[in-house]
């Protein structure tokens, strides 16, 4: 996925073209929206949804809900630990 990602990126057109800008724009918008680790998983669930397998795409959302709803809590169980 990584690897689109930077295909997407390098590839240059010879003429702006504003449909294939807003294209990339939408390819990136999980990266910049959820960071590195989630943005991965959210391009996942969309190309899961797209190629017709919605079981998977819905798994990889609750996992994805799960890391977004896990890291501040972990964060903060980790804190009261190291000051209790």
């Known amino acids: 996925m990584l ?6 990126v390098s590839r240059r057109s010879p003429a702006f073209n504003g449909r294939r800008l807003s294209l990339g724009a939408l390819r990136i918008a999980p990266w ?9 998983m959210s391009e ?5 949804f797209r190629k017709r397998r919605p079981l998977l795409g819905w798994l990889v959302v609750l996992a ?6 896990g890291m501040p809590l972990l964060t903060a169980a980790l804190l009261a ?4």
């Open 3 to 8: 690897q689109r990602l930077r295909s997407i």
């Open 32 to 40: 910049i929206v959820f960071g590195p680790i989630t943005g991965v």
């Open 44 to 48: 996942a669930a969309i190309a899961a």
């Open 64 to 69: 994805n809900v799960a890391i977004l709803a």
């Open 81 to 84: 630990r190291q000051a209790g």
